[in-house]
């Protein structure tokens, strides 16, 4: 069965840094493109950047420059270095895990960030 667990969230002052952390369990990481989302209170889930098996990125224009993902195949392990938080980045952040040629889609239980101003 294939688990994902976030870590890495809590309560950081506006200008702060975080990084959260996507373990995943029962699957060959290395062949899954992973993601993370976000959803704050009365939006729909957005995404915040998704990496590919290979390393390529891509970022939401909204956190382009502050957020940075990153994988350690080796440890199974994604990653989302966020720095120059602002309030409006307060949301659950959830990472999601997918393998289009085995239609296998896994979303983690999700891991609140709040920015305070």
């Known amino acids: 069965q294939v688990q994902l667990v976030e870590t890495g969230g809590g309560l950081v002052q506006a200008g702060g840094s975080l990084r959260l952390s996507c373990a995943a369990s029962?699957?060959?990481?290395?062949?899954?493109?992973m993601g993370w989302y976000r959803q704050a209170p009365g939006k729909q889930r957005e995404l915040v950047a998704v990496?590919?098996?290979?390393?390529?990125?891509n970022h939401a224009d909204s956190v382009m420059g502050r957020f940075t993902i990153s994988r350690d195949n080796a440890k199974n392990t994604m990653y989302l270095q966020m720095n120059s938080l602002k309030p409006e980045d307060t949301a659950i952040y959830y990472c999601?895990?997918?393998?289009?040629?085995?239609?296998?889609?896994?979303w983690g239980q999700g891991t609140l960030v709040t920015v305070s101003s």
């Open positions: 990496i590919t098996g290979g390393g390529s990125t």
């Open positions: 999601r895990l997918e393998i289009a040629r085995m239609d296998l889609e896994v």
């Open positions: 029962g699957v060959i990481f290395s062949i899954c493109t």
